[in-house]
């Protein structure tokens, strides 16, 4: 079976400080990865897809990046973070239109 | 270009009452449509989806959605609802082909069922 993990679960981080968030596909290759945003109370942004390692492209500019470094991992990060940053973060994975969300990760920056 | 609008951000209904959440596209063609759950400091869960056949979906817990082409609608359904239902509901759309799949998502609808 096809399983996806996020890492960590949550996190407080300062202002201007870096920012480095995993996810991992276990059970499925060469899978369509995707990182999405949400804002407190808002709905959801994608913020990135990647169709295979090493390729990433971006859809909205948040002053985010994100690398896939193997088939199974999508990472999420940035240098400085900004206070517009605070949010949830979903990564997923997605098979011919079929879309499974990892659990989140949430992200409070101070 | 392809949207999604739930038009009621919030919605109450009292436990055993019927529920029913609006969900509008926009979209060129047919597209596949989902609807999520996401339930507090959770992640998204899959309700149902529909694709092509028979407009009305059946999917977990006793919820249906019933796709109109000619209202752009996919309204969620459900006869009678739990306080348990109380979540935040997510519309969404991804077009029919492509190797990049881009899944929008509508604003929400947060749900309380009261007791």
């Known amino acids: 079976a096809q399983t996806i993990h996020q890492w960590p679960v949550a996190e407080i981080k300062a202002v201007g400080s870096p920012l480095s968030l995993g996810c991992t596909i276990k059970?499925?290759?060469?899978?369509?990865l995707y990182w999405y945003w949400q804002a407190t109370g808002g709905t959801l942004q994608q913020l990135f897809y990647?169709?295979?390692?090493?390729?990433v492209e971006s859809v909205v500019q948040l002053n985010l990046s994100a690398s896939r470094p193997k088939d199974d991992q999508f990472i999420l990060s940035t240098e400085k973070l900004l206070l517009s940053h605070s949010g949830f973060y979903l990564c997923?994975?997605?098979?011919?239109?079929?879309?499974?969300f990892g659990s989140g990760t949430r992200l409070l920056v101070i | 270009a392809q949207s999604v609008t739930q038009p009621d951000a919030r919605v109450t209904v009292s436990e055993g009452a019927s529920l029913q959440l609006r969900c509008k596209y926009s979209?060129?063609?047919?597209?596949?449509l989902f609807w999520y759950v996401q339930y507090p400091r959770q992640g998204l869960q899959l309700l149902l989806k529909?694709?092509?056949?028979?407009?009305v979906v059946q999917g977990v817990n006793s919820f249906e959605a019933e796709f109109s082409k000619s209202n752009s609608s996919f309204h969620l359904q459900k006869a009678s609802v739990h306080w348990s239902d109380s979540a935040v509901y997510f519309c969404a759309l991804s077009p029919l082909s492509g190797s990049f799949n881009k899944l929008t998502f509508g604003a929400g609808t947060r749900l309380a069922v009261c007791p």
């Open positions: 990647s169709i295979t390692v090493g390729q």
């Open positions: 529909y694709y092509s056949g028979d407009p």
């Open positions: 997923a994975w997605s098979l011919n239109s079929d879309y499974t």
């Open positions: 979209y060129s063609a047919t597209p596949y």
């Open positions: 059970g499925k290759s060469s899978p369509n």
